[in-house]
């Protein structure tokens, strides 16, 4: 299986990219492709004393960084580590694309060099979301700010279509999230929404509140990119700060000490449940490739999840299974935004 591993994408690359990318090999056996500067990456991997069939370097003498305008950049840095990646898989050479890198630059590249799906307005990102029982689909995660209801409602298919493959759940349950459960809850974006995702012929269940996302009440929230992305990242924050808490309680007594390390594998079990890296990569979906974006803080151990989440994709046909799902449905669509 040929996946492509952007180099430079990363905080503090390429140190994270060699070492998930070895990683990977010791798992699956198959070698992962690398875009980057060649001689900086070959002196990193001669200095690892690693399997030489470990990785393949493909020279990209640029660098999209966070600062870089996306869509300037796209077409400017045509030899960025990224826009190779991405062609490799535009022409038929890799099976996956996954960055660490700056996000709107890995959509932008994408939408130059591979293009939408027919019919799709903007592409979205979708990520796995730990709740209560299970895990459920976010989308959009951030990919898209600004949105229309037609974006929703294209968003909610893409969202479905992909708890389908990796939850293997025939039909999916979709939730607007809101800020109340009526039908008239919401902003004007949520309000205008609701109407139209209760005729897309999807298991749209209303509108949620984060508090039944958390509990578990949908497989698919859909939302603006601008929310999906403050919920995630708060959800992060809060985790994170939460533990904190607990250490620093139990750290506060002998007696709590003691029960602390009693606890200590419970603590570690939904620490592993909770930490980002776990999930690997968020998928571009609605782009005619697969396309994969991490965190830039992105570990070692994110990007081996992010490459398992590649890889289960590809033996998913993910993408062969969007284009054949979304044709009526986007047609479905389009007549929507016609009619209002």
């Known amino acids: 299986m040929r996946i492509v591993l952007d180099a430079m994408g990363s905080d503090t690359h390429p140190e994270p990219e060699l070492r998930a990318a070895i990683e990977a090999f010791e798992r699956w056996n198959d070698p ?3 875009t980057g500067q ?14 030489p069939d470990a990785v393949r370097v493909i020279h990209a003498p640029e660098v999209l960084g966070m600062k870089d305008k996306p869509a300037q950049s796209a077409r400017g840095k045509a030899q ?38 027919r019919g799709l307005k903007r592409p979205a990102l979708a990520t796995v979301f730990p ?6 689909i976010i989308i959009d995660l951030g990919a898209n700010a600004d949105c229309r209801p037609i974006n929703l409602l294209q968003f909610a298919i893409l969202g479905s279509e992909y708890a389908k493959l990796i939850f293997q759940v025939q039909n999916p349950r979709v939730a607007l999230i809101s800020i109340g459960e009526e039908a008239g809850k919401g902003n004007k974006l949520v309000s205008d929404t609701f109407p139209d995702m209760q005729g897309l012929g999807l298991n749209f269940i209303g509108n949620i509140e984060p ?12 939302m603006d990119g601008f929310t999906g992305n403050i919920l995630v990242k ?28 009693l606890a200590r594998p419970a603590f570690d079990r939904i620490r592993v449940r909770l930490d980002p890296a776990q999930y690997g990569a968020a998928p571009l979906l609605g782009v005619k490739g697969l396309v994969f974006v991490g965190h830039g803080r992105s570990n070692s151990n994110a990007l081996v999840n992010a490459i398992r989440v590649a890889r289960d994709a590809v033996k998913g046909n993910l993408l062969e299974a969007l284009v054949i799902s979304l044709k009526n449905q986007l047609s479905l669509t389009d007549i929507m935004e016609e009619v209002n």
């Not at 060649?38 to 399997?51: D, F, P």
């Not at 709740?131 to 459920?136: D, I, K, N, Q």
């Not at 959800?235 to 003691?258: N, P």
């Open 131 to 136: 709740v209560r029982g299970g895990h459920a």
């Open 32 to 34: 992962i492709i690398l």
């Open 234 to 261: 708060t959800t992060e924050a809060a985790a994170r700060f939460l533990f904190e808490i607990i250490r620093t309680e139990i750290k506060s007594t002998a007696i709590t000490s003691l029960g602390g390390l």
């Open 38 to 51: 060649e001689l900086l990456l070959n002196a990193k991997l001669s200095s690892m004393n690693i399997n």
């Open 211 to 222: 508090k039944e996302l958390f509990a578990g009440a949908a497989d698919v929230a859909v």
């Open 80 to 117: 960025s580590s990224m826009a190779i990646g991405i062609q490799m898989l535009k022409d038929g050479r890799a099976d996956a694309f996954v960055s660490a890198g700056n996000t709107g630059g890995v959509m932008a590249n994408a939408l130059f060099r591979l293009g939408r799906i």
